[in-house]
């Protein structure tokens, strides 16, 4: 068994496994991004990269993420403080939009994404209430498709706010990911038969959808091959 941990915080890219360490400043050489802007910024104290997506691209649930170089990843943890705030010119229907990609292919065609809707958990309507958290599939399983098909099954309720950080601890092995918020011990999203399967591995982005202004910070995964 082979681990890795990798840390990116102030800024800062570090893997670490059993067999070595080693540091690299998070710049336009570790970083690609896909559909969206993004720059370093200085927030509530934290250094953090900002994301906006590319207001070109129409579609939801698709690649609008900065990708982090050199991660493949199949079972693991990954760990992140999120922010999001509302664009000005942000739609209607902007919840804040922002989480995580992972087991993304090369050619960010294939992955797995769990995100939140801060806006949604603190309204006066219970069933935009249970759309605070989202699972999708990409490109074949996407949040409306989903709700569709397994109404309630990939999207449900937890409290958070918009404007202050979030840790988003996702827990994945093989067909299975648990999302973790903040300091809790239970998971507040389950999902058991995650679309693309159990056996296949690859890349981890920072993920945002229209009308989002997101922020990222202390960036942890630690993977188990």
């Known amino acids: 068994m082979k681990n890795h941990l990798l840390l990116i915080a102030a800024c800062i890219f570090t893997v670490l496994n059993t067999s070595y360490s080693q540091t690299v400043k998070l710049d336009k050489n570790h970083i690609e991004l896909s559909k969206v802007s993004a720059s370093i910024e200085k927030l509530s104290g934290k250094q953090a990269i900002k994301v906006i997506k590319d207001s070109s691209i129409k579609e939801f ?34 919840r804040g939009f922002i989480g ?18 801060p806006v949604n958990a603190r309204v006066d309507d219970q069933v935009r209430r249970n759309h605070s958290i989202q699972y999708y ?26 404007n202050k950080w ?28 995650l679309k693309h399967g159990g056996n296949v591995s690859g890349g981890i982005a920072l993920w945002v959808e229209e009308g989002t202004e997101g922020y990222f910070a202390d960036l942890k995964i630690f993977t188990i091959d």
Request: charged share 30%.
């Open 61 to 94: 649930d698709e690649p609008t993420f900065v990708r982090i170089k050199g991660v493949d990843f199949k079972n693991g943890i990954i760990e992140v403080k999120v922010l999001s705030r509302l664009l000005k010119n942000a739609p209607e229907f902007a």
């Open 137 to 162: 599939s990409y490109p074949d399983y996407k949040f409306d498709r989903l709700r569709k098909e397994s109404p309630k099954r990939y999207e449900t309720y937890a409290d958070m706010e918009m």
């Open 100 to 117: 995580v990609a992972f087991r993304i292919n090369d050619s960010n065609t294939r992955y797995e994404s769990i995100y939140l809707r």
């Open 166 to 193: 979030i840790t988003m601890r996702t827990v994945v092995k093989d067909a299975q990911a648990k999302l973790y918020l903040n300091n809790n011990t239970q998971p507040s999203l389950i999902v058991n038969d």
